[in-house]
């Protein structure tokens, strides 16, 4: 691994277990066991480590909403599948949403980029959602503003479940992930068809419960 990969590998593992606003690129050098000046030569400030690692979140969430847009019969397994899998990536990045305030008004850069998705994420989950009514996973009578608040849903819950788990239940990172996966699946549950709604409970709610 080179040394700009050790860096963010570093960075990211301190701002997860001490905090975003306590950790600095002196505290990332000392843990790497390299000079300041060496990670300056690589990163001038911690906001140019988060710019990079804001990034990499990104692309992550990209490959995941281009696989599941590319599934050609979605079913509730796809969804749920992309949501425990958004939620492992949320968590292995759970300082940005620890802080994500904070970081919004530091870096002018991560919050154009973070409005920009929110649109983009807007416009995929909407077409992802036609594809379950095509396919009778969804109610074919679903109102338009039932649709058009669903994502706003969305991003809301998995904006802000690594904060609601850390204040309130403090779930270990394997129950978290799963409890608050079924949370967001939830969203869906009135949307289902009759039958849909049957699979679910004893596909999620039973086995999951179990």
Same mark, same amino acid.
């Given at each position: 691994?080179?040394?700009? %990969?050790?860096? /963010?590998?570093?960075? /990211? ?29 690589? &990163? ?5 480590i988060i710019k990079v690692v804001f990034?990499?979140?990104? @692309? ?18 796809? @969804? ?14 759970? !300082? /940005? &949403?620890?802080? !994500? ?23 995929? &989950? ?5 594809? &379950? ?22 991003? /809301? ?5 690594v904060t609601h788990n850390s204040l309130? @239940?403090? @779930? ?22 009759? %039958? ?15």
């Amino acid at each position: 691994m080179k040394t700009r %990969e050790k860096i /963010i590998s570093t960075a /990211i593992q301190l701002f997860n277990e001490k905090g975003y606003n306590t950790i600095t690129t002196r505290h990332i050098a000392a843990e790497l066991n390299i000079s300041p000046g060496n990670l300056h030569y690589h &990163f001038k400030h911690s906001e140019d480590i988060i710019k990079v690692v804001f990034s990499e979140l990104l @692309l992550a969430m990209d490959e995941m909403m281009n696989t599941l847009q590319q599934t050609d019969h979605k079913t509730l397994q796809n @969804l749920f599948d992309f949501t425990y899998r958004t939620y492992e990536i949320f968590y292995s990045y759970r !300082f /940005i &949403f620890l802080n !994500f305030v904070d970081i919004l008004r530091k870096i002018p850069e991560i919050k154009t980029q973070y409005e920009q998705i929110n649109l983009h994420r807007k416009t995929e &989950f909407e077409s992802i959602f036609l594809d &379950f009514q095509k396919n009778r996973i969804f109610r074919e009578d679903i109102p338009d503003f039932i649709i058009n608040n669903l994502s706003t849903q969305i991003f /809301i819950i998995a904006d802000n479940w690594v904060t609601h788990n850390s204040l309130t @239940l403090n @779930l270990p990172k394997e129950e978290a992930i799963t409890h608050y996966s079924l949370i967001q699946m939830n969203l869906f549950y009135p949307l289902l068809n009759p %039958e849909q709604q049957k699979l679910y409970r004893l596909n999620f709610i039973q086995k999951l419960k179990k």
